[in-house]
Each structure stands twice: as structure tokens, then as C-alpha cells.
């Protein structure tokens, strides 16, 4: 694909793009450079996007309201939205939500701050003159903590290349925006109940910069973009032909390539 060779432009670098660059390049790619959708809502997506709007809507109660049932009265609304045909097999299905629910009911309600949080998926943007370009965050839950602040984050999945983007990109944010360090960051992967805590220090800002402007130059050269490793992500994706037929073009034109220079 001729596309492949011109270099990507990027103004402003979001949280969002680089999960996605981060899971699968082609896919990226071909979502969001090229624009293309196939139209259908994969099972990841549509359950994460129940998770953000069930924890939000939790932290606007009283607090006396927050409790158990009030968590499963929040999913009821969105019960119609998760259909067992998104996802691999109805046992999928069922362990799935069973699993997110249980969770989700678990850390939520363990909340000992009765303060309310500082953000509340708010999304904000700030300039980051090392990097060239801005950076975009959507904060889903900061709360006040002894020092400083505490970031959590809800995710249905997460890889330790993810959590490490995840962990640079809200220090240097944070280093940037507000001129503090979080005391802590949590992410909390739904789907195996871990939490992974960081407490950063001011050595991670600047490897922080470091890392965020490898990640700038990758996303950058779309020529350099190789698909990713996990079976699942490809069987999740609605490019997979489309990634296939381009890989196969690409490497043919790669071996004509090394067999015209020999």
C-alpha cells in the first residue's frame, strides 16, 4: 500500500491512540490514520464503555449511596447493549461479565475516601515542549491522597506494555500540567481482579520524555509498523483480511527487492 511510506503528523498525542498503537500498529493504521471502520462494536470496546459509564455515574452519588446494589442497579440500564453473539462463545460471555461484575463490585466498594475525586473523566490537554506536540488525557478518577493525588484507572485488560505506556504518559502529563507527581497511579484490570501500583519519582519524568518520543517516532513511520503478536488481538479485529492481503504485498515487494539486489 502506497500510504504505508508517508510519514504520519502529529499535533497532539492522546491516551486513546497510543493504547491502540500500543495493541496492534496495522490496526491503528487503518482505524486512525486511514479512517476505515468496518462498522461493528467488538465485545472489549462496548464493555469498557459501560465500565467508564458505571464508575462515573458511582462517584456522582451521595456517598452513603454507594454500595453494592447500587453498582448492579447502574449496569442494569446497559444490559441490553452486551449481546452473547460479540463475544467467542456464550462461556465467554458468561465468565466475561461475571467476572468484570464481581470485580468491579470489589474495588468500588472498598473505597474508604469520602471526599469527592479531584477528576472525574475529565479530559484535559497540556504542551509538552520536549515532545513537540501537545498530550491529551482523559482522567478517569484522581482522588485526593495524603501528599499529593492518586490516578486510577479502569481497564478491562491490560498488557505490561500498556501499563508502562499508561504509567510514563500520566507522569509526564502530570510533571506538565501541574507541576506535582501523583503519590501513586493504580490500574485496575477487571478481567483478573490485579491492581498494578507505581509510585513514580522525578527520575521517571524525564524517562518518561524518553519514552513518549520513541513512541512519537514509531508512530511517525507507518513503513516501520509490524502487526501484533496476540492471536487475540487479530481475532477481535475487523481489519484482519485487510492486514493480511497489505503484509502479503509488502513482503513480496521485499523479497523482489532483496533478490534485484543480489
Not at 456464550?90 to 470489589?106: E, G, P, V
Amino acid at each position: 500500500m502506497e500510504t504505508w511510506n508517508h510519514p504520519v503528523s502529529i499535533k497532539t498525542i492522546t491516551d486513546y491512540h497510543l493504547e491502540s498503537f500500543i495493541r496492534c500498529p496495522y490496526k491503528f493504521y487503518y482505524h486512525h490514520v486511514l479512517s476505515l471502520n468496518d462498522g461493528e462494536i467488538k465485545w472489549r470496546e462496548i464493555v469498557q464503555y459501560i465500565i467508564n459509564q458505571v464508575v462515573q455515574k458511582y462517584y456522582q452519588l451521595p456517598f452513603q449511596e454507594q454500595n453494592k446494589l447500587s453498582i448492579l442497579k447502574l449496569f442494569d440500564p446497559y444490559s441490553s447493549y452486551i449481546s452473547p453473539q460479540l463475544f467467542e462463545a456464550r462461556s465467554h460471555y458468561y465468565m466475561t461479565l461475571a467476572k468484570i461484575t464481581d470485580h468491579l463490585l470489589q474495588f468500588l466498594t472498598s473505597r474508604k475516601n469520602q471526599h469527592p475525586p479531584l477528576f472525574l473523566y475529565e479530559k484535559l490537554k497540556t504542551y509538552t515542549r520536549e515532545l513537540e506536540t501537545h498530550l491529551s488525557v482523559t482522567f478517569e478518577l484522581v482522588e485526593w491522597s495524603t501528599h499529593s493525588f492518586t490516578i486510577k484507572k479502569f481497564l478491562v485488560e491490560a498488557d505490561d506494555e500498556l501499563i508502562k505506556l499508561y504509567n510514563y504518559l500520566i507522569v509526564v502529563f502530570s510533571d506538565k500540567a501541574f507541576g506535582k507527581l501523583p503519590e501513586k497511579i493504580e490500574i485496575i484490570q477487571l478481567f483478573t481482579g490485579e491492581i498494578y501500583t507505581y509510585s513514580p519519582s522525578e527520575e521517571d519524568a524525564s524517562q518518561g520524555i524518553f519514552y513518549l518520543n520513541y513512541m512519537k517516532s514509531l508512530l511517525q513511520q507507518p513503513r516501520d509498523y509490524k502487526r501484533t503478536a496476540s492471536m487475540r488481538e487479530c481475532m477481535s479485529c475487523p481489519f484482519t483480511q485487510q492486514c493480511k492481503d497489505d503484509y502479503k504485498i509488502s513482503k513480496e515487494i521485499k523479497n523482489s527487492t532483496l533478490n534485484f539486489l543480489h
